[in-house]
Structure formats: C-alpha cells, structure tokens
C-alpha cells in the first residue's frame, strides 16, 4: 500500500512509537500565545500534504461507487447493494489505514477525519437528493420554512409540536437561505454539512485535548462513524444533527478555557467563556435532549473532576458553565418550551416500564435481527452486525485497563469510560421492545465513549503486534467490521438503498402520488385546513402544502384510517379536532415514516402490500362525504359536511 | 499599511460588497449563493478574530471557531430579533452578519498586534498530489451529476394519473373545476364521463397526455338553480371497460335572483 500511496515527506515524519499512546500534551498545539518570543518558534518549513491527497481519491471512487449503487437501486438494477458497500469501504478503509500509522501529521490526520465525515454525509446527500425524505426532516424544513414566511419563530407544526419550540437549526437554515437565495432544502443540507465538520473536527480536538496525541484522536474519530445513527440518521436534516456537534464543541472550548486558566493565556479566559456561553445558548434554542445531555456532561467533568487522583489545583472545574447551562435549559423550557414534557415523557415512561416488565419477566422481549413488521435480514447481514458488537465488547476491556493506566487524571476521559461502560448496558435494553428506540438512541450518544475507549485498545494491538503489520491490519479490519455493522444496525433495510423518487420520463421528471396530491390541495384547496393523513402523507401535507396535518396514534388518527367502518366516535373527532379533509392511502407503506414517500414497486412485497378495500372505501360509503381527488394510491376527501 | 489595518479594511470591504449584493432582489444565483455563504463566513471569522486576537490560533481551531460561531450567530440574533418584533427577512439577517463583521473588524483593528507572526510552515504540493487531487474533484462530480439525476422508472414502478373534482378557488360558489394530471410513464389517451344525479351529462371521449401534462375545465352544474349529485370517471383508452379513477362531489345550486 505504501508504496502506491506514497510516504509521507520527510519533513513532517515523526518517530514511529513517538505517539503511540503516550500523553504528549504540547502546549503549542492549535492555539499559541502571541506574546511568545519569534525566534523561540519553529522556523518555517515545507509541509507536503502526505497520503491526503490519494485518499480525496480513493473517497472520491469511493462515492462515485455509492452513486452508482443509489442509481442501480432507484432503477431496480441489481448489485446495488455490492456497489453500496464497496463505496463505503472505498472511503473507510484507506483513511482508516493512514490514521493508525504513526507517521502522519496532525494536519493529515485532522484533515482524513473530516474528509470521512463529509464523504459520508455525501453518502446520505446522495441517498435523497431530492427532497427530505427522512421521518423528522419534513418536519423541521416545514418550520424553517415558516420562519422565512413568516419572519417570526415559533410557527405552528401539527405534526411535531415541539420542533417549532427548538429553532436553532431551522432559524440557521433560514438565514442561509435568505441570503443566499437557496431553497430550504439545499440551505439545510449546508448547515448540516456544516455540522458534519464541526461534529469531526470538534471530536478530534476534544481527544487530542485529553490524550495529547493526534495518533488516538484520529482513530478516535474514525472510529465514531460506526455509530449506528451516524450514516444517516444522526445525518437528517433534525434538530439533533446540529445539537450534537455544538455540545462537543462547547466541551472543546470547556477544555480550552481551562488551559487557558491555569496559566497557558489567562487574558483569554473572557474570551472562551464567551464562546462557551454564546454555545449553550445556541445548544439550549436547538434541541431538547441534547441540551439535557449538555448539563449533565459539564456536572460531570466538575464532578470527576474532584477525584482524588484527577484533582489539580491550578485547573477550575466548569461549575459556573455547568450552572449556566442548566439554568438556560430551565429557563427555556419554563418559558418557551413546556410541550417537551409532554412530548418525551410518554416515550421515556414507556421504555421504563417496557425495561421493567422484560426484567420481571413480566412484559415480552424483542427478537434480535428481527423488525416490527417480521423482516429478518439476510445472514451475512445479520454476522456482520454481530461480529460488530463482539469486536466492541471484546475491545473495551483493554482499551479500559490502557486509559485507566494512561488518562485516569483526565475527567473527560474517565467521562468518555462511563460512557463505554454505559453503552454496554444499552445493549442489553435492545431486546425491550419499547425501549429499543430510547436504547439505540442513548447508544448513539454514548458511542463517543466507545469509540475512544476501542481507538485505545485498537492502538496498543497494532503497536504490540508488529510482525508485518499484523496488528495494524487487524485493527483495520476490525474497524471496517464495526463500520459496517453500525451501518446494517443503524438503518431500516427498507430504505438503506434509495427508492424511486423522481422518475425521468422523457422532457419531464414525475414524483410520486403523495407530492402530487399535497401540491394539488395547496393548490386547489389552500392551506391552513386540517388535514388527517398517513405518516408519509401527513408530512407531505404539512411541507408542501401548510396543512394541518394530524397523524399517528395521538389521539386516535390512525385507528380512524385504518377502521373498516367510520364510527360514530370517529365522526366526533373529527368535529372536534375541525377536520376538513381526510388523505386516504391504500399502501400500507404510507404508514411508514422512511419508506412511504417513494413509488411503489409492484415486484417488491413490503412496498406493494395493500390495505383492503373496505377500508380504503368506507369513506365512498358516507353520505356528505366527497371524494374530490383520487390518484389511484392516494384519495383526498373532504368531510367538512360531517362538522355540521 | 499595518497588517492589522490591512486585514480590518479587508473584512469591511469584502463584508460591504457581499451585503450590498444579498440586498440586490433577483440576482443571478451564481453570485448570490457565494456572496450569501461568505458573508456568513466572514461574521464567524471576524468575532473569531476578534476575541482571540491576542493569540495565534491553528487553522483547524480557527476553522472551528469560524464555522462554530457563524452558526450560532443567527440563532443568538434571532433571540433579539423576536422579541424586538424585527421581521426576519434578508435585511435583517443581512445587516446581523454585516454588523457582526464590522464589530469584528473594529476590534481586530484595535486589538491585534502589529509585532510580525510566527512564521508558519508552507505546504508543500508535488505535482503528482495535485493530479490526485483534480482526480479526486473530477470523479467526486461525476458522483454528484449522477447522484441527482433524474433516472428512468424500474420495469416493476408504474406511473399514474388523477382526476379531481373541486369548487373552483376563487370562483364563484357555483363554479366546480373537473381536472386530471397524468404523471404516466407514457403518454397516454384517456375518457372521462361526468354524471350529474346518475344520468350521463357528458363524455370527453378523447383526452390524450404526455407525463405532466393537465387537462381542466370548469363547470357551473347548479347553473339550474338545484344542488346536483357530480360523479367524474376516468377510463384509460388501453382499457376502456374499467374505471381507472373516480371523484364524486355535490354541485351547490346557483344563487337565483
């Protein structure tokens, strides 16, 4: 491999076990103090760009060989599922070759792991180029377009009430957009792009802070993407997808300050503190759960903080940032954001009470590598996952044992510790059916700490076994292994492989029955009307048309879709609730927030299933009620006689 | 010229020129998407500058603080801009990131030293590194052309059409729209019948489409003083005995004099 990558320049190779592990906190690293003497510093010297260029390359075949999967997928070709997996391997594997060699710089580490990360987000780009089809990202769109209507926060969304609560992302999306005249689809696909890079960048730093080497927050960093949201969920146009990467940038600029307090440049301190706070405020206006995981990390660093052994006299603990976030979060949610209770208790209460009764034995389990609706995945699918989850429970012993020897002063490693061992417990909530969901997620927050702790066991195996690189060809493949099945794990296998969306039919492009319908109703109809739907409709109704969209299971939409007969209850609550018009859809797709926006293939089963007649015509059977759109899939009918 | 003033008057200038040009209504995306995105850039650079301007930051901080900051800027403005009642609309973000940036640029040019910088290393970048890298660009394109264009139906997708029957909006009350959009894969030719009370009023017996093409006409059915029972049927020519779509709809009666 080397020899077709080229070594890296003399210049900026560096001993091979310099940074194999061990603390070297330079104080020069990233941020100097200007007032040190000139001639005290490094002299100028040339920098060549070391492997970085042939790794644009080999991300960029990479991606080309993504795309080319996506298109085979979308046109019902096959072998776009090799070709997907391929590319991804294609942007992975070298980069993750480079970053455990001990022989690149900084500024090529720094600038793999970004590369990494917007490669992959390209991958999810790609995966929908043309319009948010992921659950929430119609959703927050809906709300960003609303602030550019509008001109005002807090607009209304029927379909996810908080959001509009939490606009950070959105009001970022707005003011792109506005200036630079772009849609809020492609304004919103920047700022998420823009998160990407802080997401990496900010990691990186916050690892290379704590352990002194650039060597362990490369691979630190790679390692992150095999967090099972990372490809795409953690990618979507969501609140989350920006939270997340501020968080880590607050911690990065937590452990800035404190270098900058104990002495490095004390008249910066103001400074930091003032980036600090101006991010928790942006943190606390963006999203509710990672505002709450906001407080609790910065109590914890000045918790552990305070251990016997991390206690350093000259460094402060971040109490008065901690205690800023926390009252910002109160505050918010006191006096803007009241809904969020509401909203995440149900969820939260439900995964205690499913967690509670598979522990007593009293409530059902869920089978592993088994969906809600009986898909089981094919078996190298389901070895790969597997092999995943081995590879990390059978790294975090030795990765533990190496940060307890090496790092145990640092608070935020022994916090990245907790949250490893956490992850552990994760697992064993995935076989709760209801709190799979609030599990995979809280996996997701926790990978931070998995990827750290692994990166450490992943550097002392390739240092120790160094008989032709064995030991290093082992790492890598363990962490394409681990990248793999956090991307099997972490997506439905509906949509891992983009559907047809818009169809080429000659001089023209058509997109599919629900974008045609919710564009006619705004059309023909206007807006602002209630508006009871599916899933997918639903959210098409709210974006495209600004509808009052009602959907789910609250207080009772679905049964009244799904009802062979219209009820008299039914009737009453659509009175209720001022219901105009009621979207029926016969896919039973349509009730998938993923996977019911595309065509419908009629070769594929899960696409293809079909709700039965009765209850896709009750409606037909009710006098007053009219059927006014009909499209084949999808009938709009107005019901607005049954208020009278 | 110092190069604290050189690079405040640069950020002023740059930062005039990009807002003067979002200001402009209708200009040419080619122009305004650049000018929109550095003049977010440039706010994130210049607060960055301007709080950090007694040390020498790295590229990847300063990057980060960049990036970091011009996303929160727009978030903490909108904070100021609700409660103020500010419209947010381009002026107002404009003006925000502009205002930023003079702020910035005043401080830099009040705080920065004037003392010569660390000398920083230079890249280097061979000739083979640069073939790589235009490789890399060009391929990376090629991916993204691919990836977002529209492509032919698989053999199993089939394409489809609608038929609406609606009160014409913006009308009068009486005036219905009858329409049908096809979204075929093909162009295809169609029947549609309308019954007014379940007696035949009218057949269109050749209504033929290409994909994206409507087909609309608006009816008065009331126009006889009585509310009408109004049922559309679309029958497709390659299958002519099978009702393809259906819309039914009361006709409210026309107001008499």
Redesign the interface.
Known sequence: MSSVL?RA?R?IAVGRRALAGARLLRED????????P?EE?????????GW???L??S???G??L???G??QS????DHAAPLFYGGLLAVFVPIMVRLTAATASR?ER?ASVVLLGLALY?AK??HD??AFAFADEPVHQHNANE??RT????GFNTVLPVTPRY??LE??T???S?????STFGAGL??VG??R??LM??F??VVERVTGSSRIAGLTTALYVGNPPYLFFSAQYSYES?ALP?VL?IL?AVLMWQRAARGW?P??TW?WS??IL??I??VV??HHMSSYALVGLLFAVCLLSGLPWTRRTATPRPWRFALAAGVATVTWLGIIARDTVGYLGPVLTGAVESAIGAVTGAGATRQLFRGTTGYQPPFLERLVGLAAVIIVVLALPFGLRALWRRFRQEPVALLLACAALGYLGTLAARVVPAAWETAARAGGHLWPGVAFVVALAAIGLADRVRILALGRIAVVVGAATVFMGGVIAGTSPTVRLPQ?Y??????????P?GV??AS?SR????SNFGVVAEEAGGREMLLLARQRAYLGPRPAWVRILHAPKLEDWHVALLRQWNIRYVAVDRRVIADDELAGYF??????PEFSKARSPRVVRKL?RVP?V????????VAIY?VGRLRR | MTRRTLEALALVVVAGVCTAL?LIPE?P?PV??P???L??VLAGYALSRA??A????????R???T??????I??????VF?PLGI????P???L??EGVTLAGAAAVFLRL?D????????????G???I??G???V??A???V?????????????????????PL?DGGPEEM?LGV?S????RKRFRLTLDLDGRRARTWERIEL???DRWTVIMRPGADGRAHEVTARLYRADDPKVVY??????APAAATR
């Open positions: 080229g320049p210049t690293d990233g941020v100097r103090p200007t007032r040190e000139a510093l490094p002299q100028a010297m040339p920098i060549g760009l970085l260029p042939w644009a390359l991300t960029a075949v991606l080309a993504i795309s080319l996506y298109a979308r046109t019902g070709a500024g720094i390209a780009v790609l180029p043309f602030i550019l001109g005002e926060l807090f606009p950070g009001v970022a707005a003011a792109l506005a200036l630079t005249g772009l920047a700022v823009v998160a890079g802080l960048l900010s990186f730093l920006l501020l940038f990065w440049a008249h910066t400074a003032a980036v101006t991010m405020v942006a206006t963006t047809t818009r169809v080429d039919v000659g001089s023209q492009a058509i997109d029955e045609a319908s006619w059309e023909a109809l206007g065509f419908r293939p009629a070769g594929d037909d007053g009219q059927r006014i759109w009909h499209s084949g899939d107005d | 979002v200009l995306a305004r998407v000018a929109g995105a003049l977010a709080l950090f007694s040390v020498t930051v790295g590229a990847a901080e990057i980060l603080l990036a970091g900051l011009a996303v929160a727009p978030i903490l403005g909108a904070l609700q419209p947010m609309g381009v107002a973000w404009a925000l990131f030293s003392k010569p910088r660390p000398r920083r290393s230079v890249l280097h970048v061979r083979r590194d640069a790589a890298l490789l890399a660009l391929i990376t090629g991916a993204v691919l990836g977002t264009k529209p492509l032919p139906a698989p053999a199993d997708v089939q394409g489809y059409s609608a038929v609406w029957l609606t909006r729209q959009a979204s075929e894969l093909e290409v994909p994206g779509r259906q819309v039914r709809a009361t």
